[in-house]
């Protein structure tokens, strides 16, 4: 898993296809901690819902990188679909955790106090948030979806509906964050939801994709 | 005790028709297998699925060895360079020794050096690359789709000293090609891939007859073997001893014969 999480790494690094989506995240995380008087939470839930869009379009972006044959070429090193799913998933989750990492000390230098309480709840929201749209951006991928234009009608309507609509995923911690609501609770619902969505959709794609191939 | 064996197997993609279908084979330590076919015949499906990327939808596999792939083409469109996508393919394949790269990129004579991204690659060029991968980790069993095509002759040669360092090392080898010769030339056994089916080896030499009209059932007639009809233009694959029968039928059914000439499976 390490070795396939090096390769899809250097494939992502080469094919700069991470520069648009990073570069928006960043811009936004400037503009969002610019203000050392603002309270640090509401940020978060902003920042927080950046980082789904951010991974989901990683992901994405790494998987449509092989082409299906050169993709086959890959498996047939690797041997199983799961692992192949899996470095990729690593790989993002990593890109994820480095960006999680440049937030929040971001945040720290500009807002200039070190609250460890409030760095948790971003941290852990930042993750949760990237994990999610890991989740969401599998089934949308090239493993599954022919072409880039569905993929990116699936993604943006999936994003759209889960970061605004009030289902019980994401949206409620990103709203507690928002309006200083009490967090305990959709903290542990954000973050269990983001992970059981997350292995649900590894899962499901891993199994498909083998199905299919 | 056969390295690989299949036994029943298919494939369907969805609810489509069979692409391939009831298909047994044992691939034996030490063989060159060559499968013969026309395009679309089933054999990239066939390949695939023996080297563990796709699934087949009915019968089973049995073995497993260590595999190298090959496929027909090898779309190399990324910036990274050859040596390095290599080592990358090394690695997640287990290897810990990479010293065999470069040596190997050598031998192939890959125009532009380890370093030269795979996208500025010519077809060629990148079959080389998709050829040093799979042969790299001296696997079991290496299968080769198409291997010659794009290939210039100079890299023909080294393929071919590759496929028999791999006989001579206890490994076996499996390969499609739609050239007669070119199987015959490399392969231990020849098997017949003919819509979907795997056929049995078939040596005796046969006559390749074309014919120009209309209205009679070849299929039918002792001794031929294969009938491909485009338009008017028949093609009879016929065994030798039928020959006379069946030029001396078509001439009395009004047909033209266009061409007779030897044909080896």
Redesign the interface.
């Known amino acids: 898993m390490v ?2 999480t ?2 899809y790494l ?2 992502l690094g ?2 700069q296809r991470y520069i648009p989506a990073v570069l928006a995240y960043l811009a936004l995380a400037s503009i969002l901690y610019s203000d050392p008087r603002s309270p640090v939470l509401p940020l978060y839930g902003v920042s927080g819902g950046g980082m789904i869009v951010v991974s989901c379009w990683l992901t994405i972006a790494l998987l449509d ?3 299906p ?2 993709r ?8 199983q679909w799961r692992r192949m799913v899996g470095g990729a998933v690593i790989t993002v989750f990593c890109s994820v955790l480095a960006l999680t990492l440049v937030t929040e000390t971001w945040s720290m230098i500009r807002i200039l106090k070190f609250q460890p309480g409030a760095l948790g709840i971003g941290f852990v929201t930042h993750l949760a948030c990237g994990l999610l749209g890991i989740a969401i951006a599998l089934p949308c991928s090239r493993l599954l979806v022919n072409r880039i234009g569905w993929t990116v009608i699936a993604a943006t309507v999936t994003l759209v509906v889960v970061i605004l609509a009030k289902i019980p995923l994401i949206h409620p911690l990103l709203q507690a964050l928002t309006s200083s609501r009490p967090l305990t609770g959709v903290l542990i619902l954000g973050v269990t939801t983001s992970i059981a969505a997350l292995v649900a959709s590894f899962l499901a794609v891993s199994s498909v994709v ?4 | 005790m056969s390295l690989l064996r299949l036994a029943g197997v298919g494939k369907r993609y969805g609810k489509g028709e069979f692409v391939l279908e009831e298909v047994d084979l044992a691939v034996e330590p030490g063989r060159v297998l060559g499968i013969l076919g026309a395009n679309g015949s089933g054999k990239s499906t066939l390949l695939r699925i023996m080297a563990r990327v796709s699934t087949a939808s009915a019968g089973t596999l049995h073995g497993s060895p260590t595999i190298g792939y090959l496929p027909d083409r090898f779309p190399a469109g990324q910036r990274m360079g050859a040596r390095a996508y290599l080592k990358h393919m090394a690695r997640i394949g287990g290897l810990d020794d990479l010293s065999m790269i470069d040596p190997l990129l050598e031998r192939l004579a890959l125009v532009g050096g380890p370093t030269a991204p795979l996208r500025t690659l010519s077809k060629g060029n990148a079959q080389k690359v998709g050829l040093a991968q799979a042969v790299m980790a001296r696997p079991e069993l290496l299968i080769l789709d198409e291997p010659w095509s794009g290939l210039d002759v100079s890299t023909h040669a080294i393929l071919g000293e590759l496929v028999a360092e791999t006989r001579e090392r206890g490994a076996s080898v499996v390969f499609t090609d739609h050239r007669p010769q070119v199987v015959h030339d490399q392969a231990d056994d020849v098997h017949l891939m003919e819509n979907g089916r795997l056929t049995a080896e078939i040596t005796e030499p046969a006559t390749r007859i074309v014919l120009h009209g209309n209205g009679t059932d070849w299929s039918d007639e002792p001794g031929v073997r294969h009938v491909h009809a485009e338009g008017t233009r028949v093609v009879l694959t016929v065994d030798l001893s039928t020959v006379d029968a069946v030029l001396l039928r078509a001439l009395k059914d009004g047909w033209s014969v266009r061409e007779v000439a030897p044909w080896s499976p």
């Open positions: 070795a396939l090096r390769y250097a494939l080469h094919s990188i092989e082409d044959v050169q086959l070429v890959t498996l047939s090193h690797a041997r083998r199905r299919r191939a």
